[in-house]
């Protein structure tokens, strides 16, 4: 089991185009093979004890890619259920998904509606898939949401606690560790919100070579860290 503290692990999945220019093969085969990436870590983090694992799979600034890398990345989700749902369902695993779903072509939405289904009384590790996911999106649509409440009548006195409740995320807790692969170091519009203090993680293994191993690694270095809040240590003498 990992430390009680972690219970939630969010990872940005970067360096597939990369890791497959480097072989000289097309972008689509390094998304292939970061699914079965999606497949090891999520088996593994959930036999880790993770709580929650949260995966950004699409961005809602991806849609600027070419369409035909639009169009394999979308067709993912019915190569990832079709060949992992069973694992996922011995494992107890529960997919759900975060991000604006109206604009995801209509086959790979109800390929996750299927997945959502299926494991929806899994009662291990959360799967959260982020697809057409941008933290702005998701604070705008909260904002709407609010305004919406206060217009039919509720009142007006928002707190975190509320605002939480109108994320994608309601009912996750906040992300403890962050990790980032391909040696990028920013965020891109990842759970602005969720990582307020997270603890941050950047790799530079290419998420297709990201392996158990890499990830163990990462739990390493988070167990190193000294989570503050804001306050200060245990033992501080001032
Ligand atoms: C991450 O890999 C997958 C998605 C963003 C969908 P990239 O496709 O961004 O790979 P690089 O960053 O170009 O190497
Ligand atoms: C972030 O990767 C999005 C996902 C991993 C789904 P990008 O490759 O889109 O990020 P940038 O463009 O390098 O910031
Ligand atoms: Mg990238």
Excluded at 142 to 156: F, S, T
Aim: hydrophobic fraction near 40%.
């Amino acid at each position: 089991m990992t430390d009680v503290a972690l219970k939630h692990v969010a990872i940005i999945m970067d360096g597939n185009g990369r890791w497959a220019n480097a072989r000289g093969k097309l972008r689509y085969e390094g998304h292939y093979v970061g699914v079965q990436r999606v497949r090891d870590i999520a088996i593994h983090a959930s036999a880790k004890g993770v709580k929650y694992l949260t995966l950004y799979a699409f961005s809602t600034e991806n849609w600027k890619r070419p369409q035909d890398e639009v169009d394999y990345i979308m067709s993912l989700p019915k190569i990832f259920f079709s060949s992992y749902l069973k694992e996922l369902m011995e494992n107890d695993i529960k997919v759900v998904m975060l991000g604006e779903t109206e604009r995801i072509p209509k086959v790979a939405r109800e390929i996750f509606i299927d997945a959502i289904d299926k494991t929806k009384e899994n009662k291990g590790m959360v799967l959260a898939f982020a697809v057409n996911y941008g933290a702005r999106d998701e604070i705008m649509h909260a904002c709407k949401c609010y305004a919406e409440m206060v217009k039919n009548g509720a009142e007006n006195d928002i707190d975190e606690d509320l605002f939480n409740g109108l994320l994608y995320t309601k009912n996750m807790p906040d992300v403890d560790l962050l990790i980032r692969t391909s040696g990028e170091k920013r965020i891109s519009n990842f759970l602005l919100w969720q990582i307020a203090y997270s603890e941050l993680v950047f790799t530079d293994t290419l998420w297709p070579d990201f392996t158990k191993e890499e990830f163990d690694k990462c739990i390493e270095e988070y167990k190193g860290r000294h989570r503050r809040f804001g306050g200060l240590d245990e033992n501080s003498s001032n």
